[in-house]
C-alpha cells in the first residue's frame, strides 16, 4: 500500500496565503527568480515524482533491503532508476548553488519537497538528502577548484555524497574523533580511520561517492577545536574530471536495522585513503554547523512526512472499516456497524496528527524561509536576527518534529487495530522507519541540551526575547474570536522568559541539562500555538483551519500546565538517587 | 544481548512489605497452603528458569521467526524444548486448578511470574499464557468431562491452548462474528468459519492444540448475546485420552508482523470441524469476560516485563558508555569524557523509565491480589467488592501498562543512540515486540471506552467512589514527610468524582468516547500516585524508594494537569470537524 497524496492545497496556502514567501524572495536577489507561480508548478511536479516513482518502492524498498559484499552494497530493486529520475530532473540539486549546476530555489520551498519526499520514500530520500548536505558544506568551505571538480556531478546524480562524522567510540561528542589524516607532498592528505553509521556511504546507485571526512591533523589541538573536514572520494577524479583509480575508502559491513532498510548504513574504513582539506584546518566542527541547520531540519521533515502519509492511510481506514455502531444517533448508518471515524475515539487520534502535521509543515516553511532570509538578504542587520532565529528553532525544526512524527505514526498504527501490526498497510514500517529520526543527525536530547544551552541560556535569552517580540507583534491584530488562545500563548511566554531569567541567574551546573527536554516542548508547543494562530488569521482560513486550530488549544495546548510544572522541579529529583 | 536479572528484591519488597500477601493467603482456604516462604522460593526458581532458559531464546527467535508450510508451523529452534522445561516443572499450569493437576498459585503471585517471562521472551511467553487462558476458561465454564479430558494434558505442556475470538471482519466488535456451529446427532458441533489473528493458533510446540472458539448456533439471537463458546482441538481425543483422528481444522497462513516474531500469528480455518459446547449456549461472550480480566492483565504484565528488560539494558549501558564531560565537576572522572549516567537527560530518561515500572510491578500484584479475592475469599461481601475494584482497574493494568511499556522501551533504546537503532543490542526488538500489547486483547481505546462506560458511568462512578475511599482510608497515616503529595492526590481524586457526577447527568452521546482516553490516563497517575505512597511508607522503603517517588510527583504526576485541563474539553473539538 503506498496511497500517498501530496498536500498541495495545504503546501501551497501556507506558502502565499500564510507566509506570502513570493513576496520575500522578490527582496532577496539571489531568489528573486521565484515566482509563486514556478513554486506552484515545482511542487505539482515534485508531487508527481513522490507519488509516482519514490513511493511504490517503498515497500519493496522495506523487504529487499540493502545487501553487503566485499565489492560493495546493493541497494533494493528500482532504486537506481528512481535516484537517476530524481537527479536527472534536477531534484537532487534543488537547493544548489547556480553556479555549479544547482537550481537555486529557496529553502522556504525546498522543505515541501523534502517533506514529500520522506512522506514516500524515506530510505531513498536519504540518499539525496545527504548528497545535498554535502554539497552544502562544499558550496560554503571549498575552494574553487573542489567545487568545480565535485558539486556538478553531485547535483546531476552522476555522483552522490555521504558525511563521515561519528566513530565507534565517538558520537554525540564529536571531539573525540581519532581518524587521521596526514598531509601528503602534493598538498593532499592521507586519511585513516574508521567511522560509523555513515548513510549512504556505500551503494550502487551513482558512479561515485564523495565522502566528507572529519579527521585530526597531526599537529592539531585536543578536542573539538582541532577537527578538520576533507573530501574523500570513493574513486579518484582525474584533472579532466574523468574518474580514476579507486582510493582507499571501503565499506566494511552495513547494519541491519530496524527501519529505513533501503538505506545502507555503512561501516567505512579509511585506509590511507587520499583526501582534500576543506576549508581550513581545524575548522571542521563549525562548517559542519553551517551545514548542521540545514541537515537538522530535513531530518525533522522526516517526522512530519511520514507522519502525512501515516495519516492519510489511518484516515482511509477509519472511513473504510466498521465496527460498531455510533454512540450518537444522529451519525449511524444502516449497517450492522459503522465506520470507526464516528467514534470520538478514533478521532481523538486522528485529530492529535492532524494538529501536529499541519503545525509541523508550517513551522518547517517559516524555518525555510529563515534560512533563506540567513543566507540570501541583503541586509545584514536582517540577516543576523534570521541566523538567531534560525539557530533558536532549529533544534525544534530537529527533535519536536521527530518526536511528533513517532507519536503520530504509532497513533496511525493503533487506528488500524491489529492490521496496524502486520506488514500488510505498511504501518508498522513508517514506525519503524520515523524512530530513527529521534536518533540520527544528533539525538533529540542533544538538541534540547543544544535549545537551552547555547541557544538560550548562553545569551541570557537574548533570541527567545526577540522571538516572542516577534510573536506578539505578529498576533497583534489577530481576530478577535482568537483573542482567548492568544492570551494563553502570550501568558505561557511571559512564564518562560520569567524563568529563564532566574536559571541565566543561578548557574548551578545540572540544571540546564534537567529542564532541556520541558523547554524543547514547551517553546514547541507555544511555537505550534504562534503558527495556528497565523494560519487561522490568514486569508480564507476559516474552514480549513479553524475546527483543527480549536482542537489544538483544547487538547494539545494544556500538555504546557504540565510543562510549567516541571520547570519548578530541582535536578536534585534526577542527580540525587543512585541508578 | 539477553542479560535479563529478574528483580527478585523490588518483588518481595511488593509481596511482603507493600501488600503482605501472605497474610491474605492465609485468610483464604483456596490458597492457604501458599506461604511466603514458598512464594520466595518460586519466584527465585522462576527467575532462574526466565533467566537461563527464555531469555536466551529471545533474540534468535525474533531472528528466525515462525515458518508456515501446509504441514503446519515451525517455531524458532529451541523453544519447543523451552515450552516443555517450562511445562515440566509445573510453570505453564502454576495458576492452574489443583483438581486437574494445576499448581493453583495466587494470581498475586504468579503476576510476577508472568512480567519475568514477557521480560525474557514475549514471544515464547504467549504459548503458555493463551495456553493458560484457555485452561481458566474450560475450568471456570466446562463441564467435567471437558474439564478431565483437557486439562490435565494441558497444564501438562502436552497439549497448548488458543483463544479464537476475531474474524477479518469483526474484531473490537465480537457480536458480528460469522462462525457457526452447527448440531450433530452426537451432541458434539460442526464448527465452521475463518478465525483471524490467533495467538499459537498453529505450531509444533505440543501433540495437539486445544482451540477455544466464538461461534453462533443456527437459531442463535443477532449480535453479543448471540454468541457461544466452543473447545475445537486440533486432533480430536479419544475416549481413553489418546489422540485420534486430524480434525477439520488447519492454519492458512501466518501473518508477517513488526515484532513477536516467534510467536505465530494464525489464519485459522475451521472447516465442519468438531467442537463442543463450553457451559450452555449463547453465553460464550460472558465466559470470555470471566477470563478476560487475567487475560488482559497478563498483556498489560508483557508492558511492564519488557519495559523492566529494557530499562535494564539502558542502565547498564549508561553507566558503561562514555561521552562528553558531566556539567557537574564533582561529577567527572579523570577520562576525557564521563558515563553518560552523569548527564541530567540520560538520568531524565532512565527515571521515567524506574518511576513508571516500580508502579506498575506494584499495580500488577495489586490487581493480582484482588483477583485471588474476588474468586477465592469465603466472605460474599469481600468477594464483590474486590470483582468491582478488578473490573475497574483492569483497563488501566491492560492499557496504562502497555502505553507505558511502549514509553519506556522507546526510551530505553534512546539512551543507546544509534546503537540502540540497530539490532545487535535488542532494544529495536523490544520496542518492536512491545508494541503489539497495546493492541491485542482489545486496543487500548477500546480499554479506556470499557473504563468510562462500563466500569465508570454506568454504574454512576460507585466502583470509582469505592476505590477512592479505600485510597483515602489506606493513605490515612501515611508519614508526614508525603501529606502534601497525599494532598494532590486527593484533590485530584475528588476533582474527577465530581467531574464524572457532571458527566453522569449530562447524557451527551459523545462525551464518553471524547473523555474515555483523559479518564484512562488519569486513573492511572491517580493509581500509581496511590501505589507510590504505599510503597513509600512501607517498612523498609527509604532508601529504595523515596528517590524514585519524588521523582515520580515532580515530574510525571503533573501530567495530570494536563489532564485535568482536557475534561473540559467538549466532545465538539473531536466531532465538529469534517475528515
Redesign the interface.
Known sequence: MTDYRAPLEDMRFLLHSVFNLPEQWAAMPALNEMSGDLADAILEEGAKLCEQVLAPLNRSGDEEGCTWSADGVTTPNGFKEAYQTLAESGWVGLGGVTEYGGQGAPKGLTVLFEEMQYSANSSLTLYSVLTAGACLSLASHGSDELKETYLPPMYEGRWSGSMCL?EP?????LG?IRTKAEPQADGSFSVSGTK??ITGGEHDLTENIIHLVLAKLPDAPDGPKGISLFVVPKVLVNADGSLGERNSVTCGSI?????IKGSA?CVMNFDGATGYLVGEANKGLNYMFTMMNYERLSIGLQGTGQAEWSYQQA?AY??DR???KA???SLRTEG??DPI?V?????????IQ?AYIEAGRALGVYLGAQLDTARYHPDDAVRVKADGRVALLTPLGKAFFTDRG?ECT?LA??VF??H?????WGM?QA??DV??A???EG???IQ??DLIGRKVLMNKGEWLADFFADIRSELQNIDSAWHGQRTQVFDVMTKLEAQVQTWVNAGE??L???Q??NVLELLGLITYGYLWLRMVNAEGADALKA??A??YF??LW??V???L??L????S?????A?
Open positions: 561519528t567510540h565517538a558520537g554525540s561528542d573525540m560509523i553509521f547494519e541491519h536495522k530496524m527501519g548504513t484516515l477509519a472511513k466498521v465496527q460498531s454512540a450518537d444517533a450492522r456497524a471515524i467514534h470520538p475515539d478514533v478521532r481523538r487520534m486522528l485529530m492532524k513517532l504509532v498504527q493503533q487495530g491489529g496496524g501490526y502486520v506488514r500488510e508498522e514506525v519503524r524512530r530513527i529521534q536518533i540520527y539525538t533529540n536530547g534540547a541540551m551546573p545540572n540546564a541539562g534537567t532541556a527536554y475546527p483543527t480549536q482542537f483544547a487538547w494544556p500538555q500546565d504540565t510543562l510544572q516541571r519548578q522541579a530541582e535536578s529529583v534526577l542527580m540525587d538517587i541508578l
